[in-house]
């Protein structure tokens, strides 16, 4: 993420609860993605497993950047 999303994040994390939640999720997912890039094969239930997790994690992200864009437009131009 940009260093101004990561900005944004932090501003209005503690504030809105679905923001909180898809961050949450969002790392949740990395993290668990992080273990299956680990290893140096994985069977095929673990191959969707981590495709499947992917999907989720862009999805979280979407959702993620579709909440700081409300934000973007409520601000001032060029203020975080």
Known sequence: MEKRDLEMIQKYISTDAELKRHMDEHEEYERR???FNRRIYL???EEIE???LQK???AGRDRIE???AKYRSQEPRGKV
Do not use: V
């Open 33 to 35: 993605l992080q273990e």
């Open 43 to 45: 069977t095929p239930d």
């Open 50 to 52: 981590r495709k499947r």
């Open 56 to 58: 989720l994690k862009l």
């Open 66 to 68: 579709s909440i700081l």
